[in-house]
T-cell receptor, first 118, second 112 residues
Framework: DTAVSQTPKYLVTQMGNDKSIKCEQNLGHDTMYWYKQDSKKFLKIMFSYNNKELIINETVPNRFSPKSPDKAHLNLHINSLELGDSAVYFC?????????????????FGPGTRLTVL | KQEVTQIPAALSVPEGENLVLNCSFT??????LQWFRQDPGKGLTSLLL?????REQTSGRLNASLDKSSGRSTLYIAASQPGDSATYLCAVKITGGFKTIFGAGTRLFVKA
């Protein structure tokens, strides 16, 4: 059973196109994230959603629009793709409520989506 | 502004050696610190999570410590194996528990 899944795994597209990446978690978590890992392998947070509400938006261009239809899904739509958008995008999830669980706020990552813009 | 630094950037050791990876952060007001490993072309695998109230966590051959006052964490790997070769990332959670800052990672190579 995959805890955090992303589709597609690879995405190759032309500049100017619009594309979406989907993320689903089956861990019952209430918080989901999108991260971007650039060519130098540096990971940077883009968005964070808690209970379907946007909590963190890290100065990402408004061409990027996250959407959370429910707590188990967080999709990322990118308009007018640019060369600089080429990267690996990771989805992650965690639980923001402890409930006495020792691993609350532990993040679990998806396998990543490698986006290449030509 | 929170900054996370990992030293060394890369490390090559012979199999069986014990080793320490270092992570430092500039603001001690953290929620937790998490260590991950990333294999080439793969996602991140959570290794250990230390809550802000804890000082260390252990899992198998791994031990992670946290000293908030000095802004440091170490990941100790005992009896290293070639399968431990990967990039190890340190991540600090701040801002109400929803924002995470990652270090640049330490690339570890364990020679057989």
């Amino acid at each position: 059973d995959t805890a955090v899944s992303q589709t597609p795994k690879y995405l190759v597209t032309q500049m100017g196109n619009d594309k979406s990446i989907k993320c689903e978690q089956n861990l019952g978590h209430d918080t989901m994230y999108w991260y971007k890992q650039d060519s130098k392998k540096f990971l940077k947070i883009m968005f964070s959603y808690n209970n379907k509400e946007l909590i963190i938006n890290e100065t990402v261009p408004n061409r990027f629009s996250p959407k959370s239809p429910d707590k188990a899904h967080l999709n990322l739509h990118i308009n007018s793709l640019e060369l600089g958008d080429s990267a690996v995008y990771f989805c992650a999830s965690s639980s923001a409520t402890s409930g006495g669980h020792p691993s609350y706020n532990e993040q679990f990552f998806g396998p990543g989506t490698r986006l290449t813009v030509l | 502004k929170q900054e996370v630094t990992q030293i060394p950037a890369a490390l090559s050791v012979p199999e069986g050696e014990n080793l320490v990876l270092n992570c430092s952060f500039t603001d001690s007001a953290i929620y937790n610190l998490q260590w991950f490993r990333q294999d080439p072309g793969k996602g991140l695998t959570s290794l250990l999570l230390i809550q802000s109230s804890q000082r260390e966590q252990t899992s198998g051959r791994l031990n992670a410590s946290l000293d908030k006052s000095s802004g440091r964490s170490t990941l100790y790997i005992a009896a290293s194996q070639p399968g431990d070769s990967a990039t190890y990332l340190c991540a600090v959670k701040i801002t109400g528990g929803f924002k995470t800052i990652f270090g640049a990672g330490t690339r570890l190579f364990v020679k057989a």
